[in-house]
């Protein structure tokens, strides 16, 4: 109170630029200019020195003939009559398929790992420790040239393939029959997709059901004859509808059948297997938190081990792990412009690689694969903090 | 507020400083040192021996313009650039002059901002195999898969030849020579493609080089030169004349062990070279006798030729095209008049 009559008292002797609103505003003001002005004169600086110098600028290259081949393309791809913007797109999927693979590869593997750590079990502790110590002490590009040379160094010659139920194993990768459909599939995949929905129903039944009376119902069983042995059986009633193209040797190399190339394996398993080691850690983190008498109050009311993992502890672990896991998934898809090294086409190496250096536009291509990976990583984030909503603790 | 303002200006300054400016020659003499593109991986072109002493023919360009401008052939800093990082290197202003195995194709002249000094190679696309795949003729590579270094001529001219000759092609492209070398080897790939010397530099490097054959089809026309920034007419024509200036030379039968006696010769066109007769290279920019140092230095371009990638190297590359006009080659180079 004694303040304010102060103020109140004295308003006109503090001239306007020591009022401290008016201060604030200014100087948000100041820097807001500052940096518009600064990105003003970046941006006409850039420009002006790329005219001087004769660089074509702007985004017209973008539908203009790319020329070049790409190894691996999701959606149809030519030299002779695709843009550059098309092996845009080509590399952006690339990379958003190793991102993806990678990033449940590795949850998999990190969180096997990371419970291996705690386990009991002196042997499987200790192996799960050595992989991660020595995992992630070692550079990600190392392990990259590692995998790839030592998956093309360990497998034959074409000519010499590891055969096995039409497929092939070869140093230019893994050849195997390309399922097709027939007419009548559809009706193995509706029967799919009603196998899940029934699950699920059973799933919600079964869970009010013991919620009122304290019955457990098989759900495991039930959603495994729902999801997959309908599908089957309708399968096998119409007669198989599916026939698979094999794999042919030609002269030079297999046609026909799926692909898998050795560059694609191996990032993929150089990122999943490096970033298993970070998850695995931060798996272990999450589960030490929580406090070791959850165990001992699970325990006592009679609960094993198994059920007091999956319904006391990692529930309450999730909230620990899942934020620096998204930080974990952050890493994995920029890291996958590691790409580079071992030939994979992914959007640096299509768009920041060959297009680049085609159109000389480093500064648009640049931008824009900038742009492509803040875009992809905030996506991921908000997923995670989506998902992080809805296992955080919630207060009352 | 006058300190908000001076940081205004001084933000100011700071981003209205100049790119590229069109001052190369002023540059390279203030700071002493040539800095010059190169390749680093390839033999005969340019390559680092084990004492870090820089050889081959594109080398050679750096060197004799640093003994043209500098005076020394010595003061050059050598910047090893692979194929996708040389252009933007170049534009940045990080190298003063790109003398890196670089064939000279339009788009390169006009959107990407470089003037092309002249061909100091004249070169062609070509595609090495294994002996045990009985492969004669490129022609027969229908539904191979071929190792090709990206961001090149040759990953366009591949692309090109399959699709105008009607065949399957699967490419495995890499940034790096090396390691497109080393994937070939470890028969990733049915064919390695490149310009044809580069075929016979890489292979020397293979585990076994008798294994593989060169085919003998050349697809395409790679004239490979060395390139300087739009912009600067001055340094652009330095650059050039001393490329021409080599080859003017080997016609007049000027090398680096005569070039002292050819001082005396009484021949005005070999006079005018030496800068005994005449000021041609004030006219540059340069001293009188600018060519006679770049020739007793590193020398004329056949005595080049033949150290780096001829008979007197492990290449032996023959001539052929790059032999002088008068010889049945196409090397031809304007007079200095």
């Known amino acids: 109170m004694a303040i304010e009559s102060v103020g109140a008292q004295q308003p006109a002797r503090v001239a306007f630029y020591n009022n401290p609103k008016f201060r604030s505003v200014a100087y948000q003001v100041v820097l807001c200019a500052l940096v518009v002005l600064a990105i003003y004169a970046a941006v006409s600086n850039a420009l002006d020195n790329l005219q001087r110098a004769h660089v074509a600028s702007g985004l017209g290259f973008w539908n203009q003939a790319a020329g070049f081949d790409i190894s691996q393309t999701l959606i149809e791809y030519s030299a002779s009559v695709s843009t550059y913007g098309t092996a845009f797109w080509v590399g952006l999927l690339n990379t958003l398929l190793v991102g993806a693979l990678g990033i449940v590869l590795a949850t998999i593997l990190g969180f096997t790992i990371g419970i291996s750590r705690l386990s009991k079990n002196w042997l499987l502790s200790k192996v799960a420790t050595t992989y991660v110590e020595t995992i992630r002490n070692i550079p990600l590009l190392l392990q990259l040239l590692f995998w790839y040379n030592a998956v093309l160094k360990a497998l034959p010659d074409i000519r010499d393939s590891h055969k096995f139920m039409g497929s092939y194993l070869n140093n230019r990768g893994l050849f195997v029959p390309e399922p097709l459909r027939d007419p009548g599939l559809g009706w193995v995949e509706a029967a799919f997709a009603i196998g899940i929905v029934a699950s699920l129903g059973f799933y919600y039944w079964a869970r009010k059901r013991q919620m009122e009376t304290g019955q457990q119902a098989p759900v495991a069983l039930v959603s495994l004859v729902l999801v997959i042995g309908l599908p089957l059986v309708i399968f096998f009633v119409l007669g198989m509808p599916l026939h698979f193209d094999a794999p042919q040797l030609g002269r030079f190399n297999l046609t026909g059948g799926l692909a898998l190339q050795p560059e694609f394996v191996a990032l993929l398993l150089g990122l999943s297997v490096y970033t298993a080691a970070f998850i695995a850690e931060v798996v272990r983190a999450g589960i030490r938190a929580v406090s070791h008498g959850q165990t001992e109050a699970a325990y006592s009311l009679g609960l094993r081990s198994g059920p007091t993992l999956r319904l006391i502890i990692v529930p309450q672990a999730m909230r620990v792990i899942v934020p620096p896991l998204t930080s974990q998934y952050l890493n994995l898809i920029k890291n996958s412009s590691l790409a580079v090294a071992v030939g994979y086409p992914d959007l640096v190496q299509v768009f920041t690689g060959t297009v680049l250096n085609q159109t000389g536009q480093a500064v648009e291509v640049v931008a824009i694969t900038m742009l492509v990976y803040l875009f992809i990583s905030l996506v991921t984030s908000l997923l995670m903090n989506i998902y992080n909503s809805r296992v955080k603790l919630v207060e009352r | ?337």
């Not at chain 2, 640093?66 to 052939?73: C, E, K, N, P, R």
């Not at chain 2, 990407?112 to 100091?120: A, P, Q």
């Not at chain 2, 040759?154 to 090109?160: S, Y």
């Not at chain 2, 021949?267 to 001293?287: K, S």
């Open chain 2, 1 to 337: 507020m006058k300190r908000v303002f001076g940081v205004v200006a001084l933000a100011a300054a700071v981003f209205v400083a100049q790119g590229a400016s069109a001052q190369t020659l002023k540059q390279v003499k203030d700071r002493g040192v040539l800095n010059c593109g190169a390749n680093g991986q390839l033999a005969g072109f340019g390559l680092p021996d084990a004492q870090g002493n820089w050889a081959g023919l594109d080398v050679d360009v750096c060197r004799a313009v640093a003994a043209a401008v500098l005076g020394d052939a010595k003061k050059v800093k050598f910047v090893p650039l692979t194929a996708k990082d040389r252009f933007t290197a170049l534009q940045s202003g990080d190298v003063d002059l790109l003398a890196r195995n670089t064939t000279w194709t339009e788009s390169r002249d006009t959107t990407l901002g470089l003037n092309f000094t002249g061909v100091n190679y004249y070169d062609g696309q070509g595609f090495m195999v294994r002996k045990s795949l009985k492969v004669n003729s490129a022609l027969e590579l229908n539904g191979a898969s071929v190792c090709v270094q990206q961001g090149t001529t040759t990953e366009l001219n591949l692309a090109d030849y399959f699709r105008a000759n009607k065949m399957q092609l699967k490419s495995v492209t890499f940034a790096d020579a090396d390691q497109t070398v080393k994937a070939y080897d470890a028969g990733r790939c049915d064919a390695f493609t490149t310009d044809a010397s580069g075929l016979y530099s890489e292979r020397l490097r293979l585990a076994k080089p008798d294994d593989h054959i060169v085919l003998p089809e050349i697809i395409s026309k790679e004239p490979l030169g060395p390139s300087v920034r739009h912009g600067d007419d001055q340094w652009f024509d330095v650059v050039k004349w001393v490329g021409f200036a080599m080859v003017d030379a080997e016609d007049l039968g000027v090398d680096s062990k005569n070039v002292d006696e050819m001082m005396k010769s009484t021949n005005p066109e070999i006079r005018r070279l030496l800068g005994v007769e005449g000021n041609f290279g004030e006219q540059l920019g340069l001293t009188k006798d600018t060519f006679y140092k770049v020739i007793k230095q590193v020398g004329n371009y056949g005595e080049s030729f033949e150290r780096n990638v001829g008979s007197g190297s492990p290449l032996k590359i023959d001539r052929g095209l790059n032999k002088l006009w008068t010889k049945g080659g196409i090397m031809y180079a304007p007079p200095i008049h």
